[in-house]
């Protein structure tokens, strides 16, 4: 689960206090940060930012890192390998439970997974938490984004 997933879940858990709320209380002066780091699909770079917000939610920074290591983009580039290979591939949820099978389709907010019996899951991407490879991408990533 990427870390912005990660911050959603936690604020929501917290009641919803607004991403506004928390930047005051952390005396965050730029706003932005805090509700971008809840929107970025890929690691957040700020790690000020990153210790400040586990604090805040008290919670252990190593917690944070390991979310920060599997941003959406890296699902991404998952899904898409498995759906080009045609290989099975298994998604850790929230829950604990893994889910095993072939990626069908993907979208913004939902899996579409068969698994081998034939049955189409429906999976939420949020409550995806692990997957094979999932910090494989990381130098993928770098290229990608020096060209």
Request: aromatic letters at 8%; hydrophobic letters at 40%; proline letters at 5%.
């Amino acid at each position: 689960m990427s870390l912005s997933d990660h911050l959603r879940h936690l604020r929501a858990m917290d009641g919803g206090t607004t991403p506004e709320e928390i930047a005051r209380r952390l005396g965050v002066e730029q706003l932005p940060g805090v509700g971008l780091a809840e929107q970025v699909y890929r690691p957040v770079n700020d790690e000020n930012l990153i210790e400040q917000l586990a604090a805040y939610y008290g919670r252990p920074l190593e917690e944070f890192h390991w979310h920060n290591e599997r941003p959406r983009k890296f699902l991404t580039f998952s899904l898409a390998e498995a759906l080009r290979t045609q290989e099975p591939i298994s998604l850790t949820l929230r829950s604990g439970e893994l889910l095993t099978g072939q990626v069908t389709w993907w979208d913004l907010s939902s899996i579409g997974l068969q698994e081998a019996g034939g049955r189409l899951l429906v999976i939420q991407r949020h409550a995806v938490v692990d997957w094979p490879n999932a910090t494989a991408w990381k130098d993928y990533a770098a290229s990608d984004e020096e060209e």
